[in-house]
């Protein structure tokens, strides 16, 4: 295990939790949103809680 495993784990775990992307930015440190985006690829259960709003029809 290394730091940065650990730090992108810990990053993928703030985005499945739903933590906006601007703050995990913030925590990490990033200067641009871009690098934060890298690990955004990898959380698939956020997008999966994404309730449309055509389903309450």
Do not use: C
């Amino acid at each position: 295990m290394t730091l940065h495993w650990l730090r992108h784990s810990y990053t993928t775990h703030l985005l499945a939790i739903g933590t906006d992307l601007r703050y995990i930015k913030v925590l990490l440190g990033h200067n641009s949103s871009k690098t934060t985006e890298i690990h955004t690829h990898v959380s698939t259960k956020s997008i999966q809680q994404i309730k449309s709003p055509f389903n309450d029809f």
